[in-house]
């Protein structure tokens, strides 16, 4: 007897069939033998097709952010938000990060990553992208957000809507407060084509006619002043009831006539030109930083052209006209359907008519030990104090620096400034300090991307109450977030330390999600004191009894910790890494924590941003999961948890898992202590890993799919768990 050819089910309808026969008569059975299953293959954890480009990763983001857009469960100027949002960020994008790569293509100087894409594949891939989602960004904003909000009574009125009383005004308002400020340029051999700053709102104007002198190049550019608003409310007795606005542009398309007397306006088109705006500065050959940077922050409006934006009823031949001055290909033209500047939109989203449409206010919390406290350094002396903003308020961090201001026993304060704003309550402070005879030394980040200006003017401030300010390390952004306060007691100098994972910024402190430790604890004081004599003067690294640093010891501590609990899952117990992050890029770590994956760690990633690895790989990343959260709050705290057998240990960091940061940049990372916080920390972790409502998760291929509740799950959300137990709702007069 044989069974070849038999089916599985057949083949066991068989098998029973003959069991119950006699023994005696049962004739002997050839059983099939299973083919062996084909060798998994494993690639190399250098394959490039285990990494996804970094710049293509930080467009999904955007992409993810711009899909909040369409999420009903936000309030609606929340939705209007978010896609205005996409476009500050995209605008970022565009400045830096495809202005780099264009950078490398001039300069012959293409460098693949560890993904292997060359700088000029990978710009093809993010025009494909770019030009899909802004075209799908338009249709959202036309077809979703202003219908929408037209039925709350917030209206957008477009010139074919305008009534005779509109256009009377709209004229009055023109002739009273545009055109004064307005100058028009006719393009000539003595008029060349203008220098246009970087992400200016223009007009190109076709022209015909005969001017005063004879000319008739048949073309002029109108730029728009900045300091004309580019959206104008109009009057509730010529626009009715409700909140009606006329922009900017559409008040210079109906009037460019008056501009140009006896010529003919053929057509009016909106445009706007983005530029490199990446700040070059070689610190090896400067002498004075600050000198140098204020001379590049006018360089960075009049960079290289990266993209053109234009109204998608331009013309072919201007269309051609404006990429040829600008030396853009089509590929970085994108023909938007209404005004190309949406991010000055960002005025009507807190509409005080219109509190429904917003996010319910909410109070964050002062922790019970210092709500009823007159003098913060004797709480802090007793334990440390973790704060979670926003949800807990930031006011203790501002409290501190107050009241070491005043403090007679306060003898010398030293802190970190990466983005602060020149007129914060924390620079009041420290200029209090200086005045009051404290020493004080701000070690300010200059190089901080786009908040240069700001933190110039902050420099000249605290060095003119009298504070020494410095400027870091050449080479080496500072992006440490440290506070130390030095005090004297019963005779003897005690140190108060403040250490963050975000910036020293109140605004930011309501929006960014961020963790704060005010601690009194004597080695991480020292660390601290440390690390602050490393960057003033100058000496060999600093030994650290708890503090982990960059570009010292802080990607070797991961990567110690990443290998012991790698050596733990191939010995066959429990190992488990979770990490939560804005990005993560650099090729060791990642192969790293592949290499763990593959002896069995389980591996919870929670990146906000760019994410080069690769999860659900089989034989290289199937115990790797990288989700990421998006939501009112941008997520913002880095936390490291190991395992580390059972003796669990959580850091939290100023630092990515980026190369930059971990190699280039001066870093701080920091242990939480003591059952209860890590604990804590553990629990609000966890909240991540469980939302399904608002975490999107990587896929093997790149692309990100949201999570939703599934069977009879309940909708979780992290960040409204957390306002939930942390922070008291305000009533509204709703």
């Excluded at 960079?303 to 051609?320: I, N, Q, Y």
């Excluded at 005043?406 to 970190?416: E, S």
């Excluded at 004297?488 to 108060?496: A, F, K, L, W």
Aim: hydrophobic share 40%; charged share 25%; proline share 6%.
């Amino acid at each position: 007897m044989t069974t070849e050819g038999l089916t599985p089910s057949e083949l066991q309808t068989a098998e029973a069939v003959v069991a119950e026969l006699p023994a005696e008569i049962l004739p002997p059975i050839e059983l099939p033998v299973p083919a062996p299953a084909p060798p998994m293959v494993v690639p190399s954890l250098d394959d490039s097709s285990l990494y996804i480009h970094r710049e293509l990763s930080q467009l999904q983001f955007n992409i993810r952010v711009l899909e909040q857009a369409l999420d009903e469960s936000y309030p609606l100027l929340e939705r209007l938000k978010f896609l205005l949002i996409f476009s500050s960020n995209l605008d970022e994008f565009f400045e830096i990060r495809v202005a780099g790569l264009k950078k490398q293509i001039n300069f012959a100087r293409e460098q693949a990553g560890a993904d292997g894409l060359q700088p000029h594949q990978a710009l093809a891939r993010i025009s494909e992208l770019a030009h899909e989602q802004v075209s799908r960004q338009y249709a959202i904003l036309n077809d979703t957000l202003l219908p929408a909000l037209e039925k709350h009574q917030v209206r957008f009125i477009r010139r074919r809507h305008w009534n005779t009383k509109l256009k009377v005004w709209v004229r009055r308002y023109f002739r009273d407060e545009i055109a004064p400020i307005i100058t028009p340029i006719g393009l000539d051999p003595t008029h060349p084509f203008p220098l246009l700053v970087n992400k200016s709102l223009n007009f190109i104007v076709e022209l015909e006619g005969i001017d005063a002198f004879g000319r008739d190049s048949g073309l002029a550019i109108i730029p728009a002043p900045r300091l004309l608003p580019r959206i104008i409310k109009v009057p509730e007795d010529v626009g009715g009831p409700g909140d009606n606005y006329v922009f900017l542009s559409s008040m210079i398309h109906a009037h460019a006539d008056d501009l140009f007397q006896g010529m003919k306006v053929k057509g009016c088109y909106q445009f706007r030109l983005t530029r490199n705006a990446d700040l070059s500065v070689d610190t090896e050959d400067v002498e004075d930083l600050a000198r140098a940077l204020r001379g590049e922050l006018f360089s960075r409006r009049y960079g290289d052209a990266v993209r053109l934006e234009v109204v998608d009823t331009c013309p072919r031949p201007l269309l051609d006209y404006l990429l040829k001055q600008f030396s853009l290909s089509e590929n970085e033209l994108y023909r938007v359907s209404g005004p190309v500047n949406l991010t000055r939109l960002f005025s009507i989203t807190g509409l005080a008519s219109h509190p429904e449409l917003q996010y319910a206010p909410f109070t964050p919390v002062i922790p019970k030990l210092l709500q009823n406290s007159d003098n913060i350094f004797s709480v802090i002396s007793k334990q440390d104090i973790l704060l979670l903003h926003p949800f807990e308020s930031f006011t203790p961090v501002v409290d501190l620096l107050r009241q070491a201001a005043k403090d007679p026993h306060v003898l010398a304060i030293k802190q970190t400034l990466y983005r602060s704003g020149a007129n914060s309550e924390i620079v009041d402070a420290l200029v209090e300090a200086a005045r009051n005879g404290k020493e004080v030394t701000a070690v300010i980040e200059l190089r901080a991307r786009f908040d240069e200006e700001s933190n110039l003017a902050l420099a000249s401030r605290l060095q003119a109450a009298g504070a020494v300010v410095i400027y870091g390390v050449v080479g080496f952004k500072t992006h440490a977030k440290m506070m130390l306060i030095l005090r004297r007691e019963s005779g003897e100098i005690v140190r108060y330390a403040h250490l963050g994972t975000g910036n020293y910024h109140a605004g930011n402190a309501k929006l960014y999600t961020d963790y704060s430790l005010l601690t009194a604890d004597v080695a991480l004081g020292e660390d601290v004191a440390k690390m602050f004599s490393q960057l003033i003067g100058m000496g060999k690294t600093l030994r650290m009894k708890k503090l982990l640093h960059a570009p010292f010891t802080l990607k070797k501590t991961l990567l110690d910790l990443i290998a012991k609990e790698t050596t733990q899952a191939s010995e066959g117990k429990p190992a488990h890494i979770i990490a939560k992050f804005n990005s993560l890029t650099d090729p060791k770590i990642i192969r790293a924590l592949y290499k763990a994956s593959q002896t069995g760690v389980r591996i919870d990633l929670v990146v906000r941003g760019m994410c080069c690895l690769r999860p659900g790989i089989p034989g290289v990343s199937h115990n790797i999961q990288v989700r990421s959260i998006i939501g009112r709050f941008l997520e913002h705290t880095r936390v490291f948890y190991f395992l580390n057998e059972g003796e669990e240990k959580i850091y939290l960091s100023s630092a990515d898992w980026m190369e930059r940061n971990l190699d280039k940049r001066v870093e701080t990372c920091f242990p939480v202590e003591g059952k209860k916080l890590i604990t804590r920390v553990k629990k609000e972790l966890e909240a991540y890993l469980t939302d399904n409502t608002q975490s999107w998760v990587l896929q093997p291929d790149g692309r990100y799919l949201r999570s939703s509740p599934t069977g009879n799950q309940n909708p979780r959300s992290a960040q409204a768990g957390l306002l939930e137990k942390l922070t008291v709702p305000l009533v509204s007069a709703r």
